[in-house]
């Protein structure tokens, strides 16, 4: 473990407190929560499992009705956004009614959902009528066969489906991300861009992190960085840098040729995101995670199975937790694993 608990120089004035408000050691407000609701999945993307993965058994993981009290928790504490996602979300029996009471609480200005898009097809409407208010779909190749390899299971032509299902049923600026990987799908950098463009959908680029062994690849060897992700996208569309920020690793660029269209950067080696970090999430364990790069963390699954309903206990232990945050993460392209807990585990 390597979390930089050092403090930079933070003035109190830059950040808007209220009594309710999640603010952690470093004076960052924490507002955006992000959930895995399981660990399982459809498929078996090699930069994120192992091809012979164990899921965790059913008794370990929390279930519907916890991961809703710890939502509710959080959105009184003044998270205005939650993301569910996995392992693939949309696996998790019951997850469209479990979307329905989180977009219902009152205060929270945003649920997103992450996916894999196999299952949007059946479930685009439902989840939109539930009251989801954005998606992002994962897709990291157009040739039916590369996404077979890298997804391992994946069809290419139910993703698209389920793209198309997501746009039909009223959802708008839904983000395509794409994992790139040197030597596999980086040829296809400028059509996945045209894609996005045709379907009027953002994309992000994602460098790949040393999350979870695997022995598929070497991460090293397949790392892309961003800035050669958009050198060669500059070759053939005009960029133009835009101020937009997800307060995350994300850094957005907006095209001359279709201005409808962001392309997202995502670059946990590359920038260092940490300053402006206003996130934490939560483990389908019931762990919250205080930094995607860290193991520091605080057992929530304990408290609500010690203390049924106790609210009180719940946001004494998110508190707790909040000061827990490490200033930022030290990933390495290469380097030894770091971080032994698999994406889907993490809730990417
Ligand atoms: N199953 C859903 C999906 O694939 O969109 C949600 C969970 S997945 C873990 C969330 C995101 O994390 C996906 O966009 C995926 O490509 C990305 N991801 C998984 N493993 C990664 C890794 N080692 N490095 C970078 N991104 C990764
Ligand atoms: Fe499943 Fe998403 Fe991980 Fe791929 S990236 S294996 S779809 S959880």
């Not at 279709?258 to 939560?282: D, E, K, M």
């Amino acid at each position: 473990m390597c979390g930089d608990l050092s403090a930079p120089n933070h003035s109190s004035a830059t950040v808007e407190h209220t009594a309710q408000a999640l603010i952690d050691g470093f004076n960052r407000r924490i507002d955006y929560l992000r959930m895995s609701v399981t660990d399982r999945c459809d498929f078996r993307c090699v930069y994120c499992m192992a091809e012979d993965m164990q899921f965790l058994p059913r008794q370990q993981i929390l279930s519907l009705e916890e991961l809703y009290q710890v939502a509710e928790r959080f959105v009184a504490l003044g998270t205005r956004k939650i993301r569910l996602t996995g392992g693939e979300p949309l696996v998790r029996q019951g997850i469209v009614d479990l979307c329905g009471r989180i977009a219902a609480l009152p205060g929270l200005r945003e649920l997103c959902l992450t996916s894999n898009g196999s299952q949007l097809g059946r479930l685009a409407q439902p989840l939109f009528d539930a009251g989801v208010s954005r998606l992002n779909i994962s897709l990291d190749s157009l040739d039916a066969d590369l996404f077979r390899q890298l997804t391992r299971t994946g069809d290419l032509h139910q993703v698209i489906a389920g793209i198309d299902a997501a746009r039909r049923a009223g959802f708008r600026r839904t983000k395509l991300n794409c994992v790139v990987l040197k030597g596999r799908n980086d040829g296809e950098l400028v059509d996945l861009v045209r894609f996005a463009i045709d379907r009027e959908l953002d994309i992000s680029f994602i460098e790949e992190m040393p999350l979870g062994v695997i022995s598929e690849h070497q991460r090293g060897e397949s790392y892309c960085s961003s800035d050669e992700v958009r050198e060669r996208l500059a070759a053939h569309f005009s960029l133009i840098e835009s101020a937009e920020s997800s307060q995350g690793p994300a850094r957005y660029w907006r095209l001359a040729e279709a201005p409808q269209t962001r392309v997202g950067f995502i670059s946990p080696h590359s920038h260092n995101f940490c300053a402006t970090c206003n996130r934490v999430r939560l483990t389908v364990e019931g762990r919250l995670l205080l930094c995607l790069g860290n193991e520091h963390s605080l057992d929530l699954k304990q408290v609500l199975r010690a203390h049924p309903g106790d609210s009180d206990r719940l946001e004494k232990a998110i508190r707790e937790a909040v000061q827990l945050k490490p200033y930022r993460h030290h990933f390495e392209v290469g380097g030894d694993v770091q971080i032994l807990r698999f994406m889907n585990m993490t809730g990417g």
